[in-house]
Nanobody, 115 residues
Framework: QVQLVESGGGLVQPGGSLRLSCAAS????????MGWHRQAPGKQRELVAS???????NYADSVKGRFTISRDNAKKTVYLQMNSLKPEDTALYYC?????????WGQGTQVTVSS
């Protein structure tokens, strides 16, 4: 049974920073792409950032230059460093991992950017 546990969300003022973590447990012979999506109230879920097993990264235009995704394969963990946060970054953030032919998703962690 593969499980993903996210942490690091919270309330932060505009311009602040947060670092999200997502740790996977369970049997995964190999791990492919890892990433983060987010969903704000009343909006569709959108890709925030992804990172392949080879380290190639991809970002939504809205977060380029502010967010950085990274991974630690030994720890089966993916990170999202979020800087210069804006109110429009407020959302529920979900991590995912692609392994053995399917996606696995975390339960989500809330990020709220407000003064």
């Amino acid at each position: 049974q593969v499980q993903l546990v996210e942490s690091g969300g919270g309330l932060v003022q505009p311009g602040g920073s947060l670092r999200l973590s997502c740790a996977a447990s369970g049997r995964m012979p190999s791990i492919g792409t890892m990433g983060w999506h987010r969903q704000a109230p009343g909006k569709q879920r959108e890709l925030v950032a992804s990172i392949t097993s080879g380290g190639t990264t991809n970002y939504a235009d809205s977060v380029k230059g502010r967010f950085t995704i990274s991974r630690d394969n030994a720890k089966k963990t993916v990170y999202l460093q979020m800087n210069s946060l804006k109110p429009e970054d407020t959302a529920l953030y979900y991590c995912y991992i692609f392994s053995t032919g399917r996606d696995y998703w975390g339960q989500g962690t809330q990020v709220t950017v407000s003064s």
